[in-house]
């Protein structure tokens, strides 16, 4: 599976752009996790398409999203697969301080929220069904309430993973819960927790142990990115009760992340990266999925994902299971390129920032406008323009496939869209965080123990 020298070499001779010649730097390495969602970055160098930049990639495996962070920091590495929360916390100091951007959103959904056995069979009581008896979907976390006030009955807190402080998976959990009337916990800046007043307690997980720790009885479920859900499924040690395309029909995912400081300085070589990742998403989504078999074989190698084929499969091709043997359609569940999914949205952005003050990482009320400029500060929807339009004046992609027209924000969520019925509109943070029922609202804050104005 890799490539010789002297062939990636002889590759990028014959099919470089002209342009490729003034690539500033043309030796690089990216850090992933091993997620189902690392895919463009593997395909982008097993199809070629970094070849033919010019591009020399190593793709490396890190321990953690932590690690992963640091390393692109201190310059170990020169992008990577990334929570899309890391370059936003990391531009407004929330953890560790740097300014990374993103030209690039690597997908949308991909996430699933996954219990115990024992957990699922309290909640299945609770749950309405088909009339083929499977499980009415998708499932509220009103039917996991019940659930955690027998933990509370018993002096047993319930505890759920979550990848890191700022990941999809931790709002997309908070939302959930939230959405059913449990409380996640607040964060203030004495206490990072984020367990402040909280029904169920979250704390980190790295992805490939979620599974084993659920297993363990060290937590009673978790969020996490695929294959680890359907992992669980395999092992038959959990259910997976609801996908983040249920929470949040096409919600924002992973990003691909570089410091401000490379894309300055090496703007020929960022243009080059984000034509190849581009055109990787769209070798995953085109023919109707029709590549993702191939796709699942590559990320079931040990240097990627490592997770079984079948397992990979599960989640990848179409389909979702639940339970065991409950296969159901889901043909959005891995987007990749369609529905502008590499297009970086400053809406995007503006959510995860709505997330972490809602519950407290941002501790002060903040204006709209303040949104608006964190988010154009980190997402760079000109960089991917000047990629994409390099692309279709090439003949590489077709013109109708990207949002030219764009200011950059997508249009109000639809009610139906959302699991709670709350309307997102970028354009109006504030708004949007004093319509939900659970978390901060303008002017309050977390001391101690307390929310106050």
Request: hydrophobic share 40%.
């Amino acid at each position: 599976m890799q490539k010789l020298l002297l062939s990636l070499a002889a590759t990028t001779a014959l099919c470089s752009p002209a342009w490729a010649q003034d690539l500033e730097v043309d030796e690089l390495t990216f850090g992933f996790i091993k997620l189902t969602d690392m895919a463009p970055l593997a395909v982008a160098y097993e199809q070629g398409y970094f070849d033919d930049e010019g591009l020399f990639v190593t793709l490396e495996a890190q321990a953690n999203w932590k690690v992963l962070l640091d390393g692109v920091i201190d310059g170990t590495l020169e992008g990577a697969h990334m929570l899309a929360g890391q370059p936003i916390a990391a531009t407004i100091g929330y953890g560790t301080q740097a300014n990374i951007i993103t030209p690039f959103s690597m997908d949308l959904n991909g996430n699933g929220i996954t219990v115990s056995n024992e957990v699922w069979d309290m909640m299945r009581p609770h749950i309405s069904s088909m009339d083929d008896g499977r499980p009415q979907h998708p499932i509220s976390a009103e039917a996991l309430k019940p659930v955690v006030e027998e933990f509370a009955s018993r002096g047993e807190p319930f505890n759920m993973g979550m990848v890191f402080p700022v990941s999809t998976h931790n709002y997309e959990l908070r939302y959930w819960l939230a959405s059913g009337g449990l409380h996640p916990g607040f964060y203030s800046p004495e206490n990072v927790t984020g367990q402040i007043g909280a029904d169920v307690f979250l704390s980190v997980t790295p992805p490939p142990q979620m599974p084993a720790t659920l297993e363990a009885g060290t937590i009673n479920g978790y969020c996490v990115g695929e294959p680890w859900n359907q992992q669980a499924v395999a092992k038959g040690i959990g259910v997976p009760v609801i996908t983040d395309y249920e929470i949040w029909k096409n919600n924002p995912e992973k990003v691909f992340g570089i410091t401000e400081e490379f894309a300055e300085a090496n703007p020929n070589t960022t243009k080059a990266i984000v034509r190849a990742l581009i055109r990787a998403g769209m070798w995953l989504d085109e023919n109707d999925n029709g590549n993702r078999m191939e796709a699942v074989e590559l990320l079931s190698q040990p240097e990627y994902v490592g997770a079984d084929a079948d397992v990979i499969a599960a989640s990848m091709t179409g389909t979702f299971e639940y339970e065991k043997g409950d296969v159901r359609d889901i043909p959005d569940f891995n987007v990749f390129f369609r529905y502008n999914a590499t297009y970086p949205y400053y809406s995007d952005a503006v959510w995860y920032l709505t997330q972490m003050r809602r519950w407290g990482q941002i501790a002060e009320t903040q204006s709209d406008a303040w949104y608006d400029e964190v988010a154009k500060s980190v997402y760079r929807p000109d960089i991917y323009l000047t990629a994409a339009r390099s692309l279709v004046d090439e003949g590489l992609a077709n013109e109708a496939d990207f949002p030219w027209d764009t200011n950059g924000y997508r249009p109000a969520t639809p009610e139906g869209d959302i699991i709670d019925g709350v309307v997102y509109d970028g354009t109006a943070p504030n708004a949007y965080i004093d319509s939900l029922t659970i978390g901060l609202k303008s002017g309050e804050t977390v001391k101690g123990d307390e929310v106050v104005n």
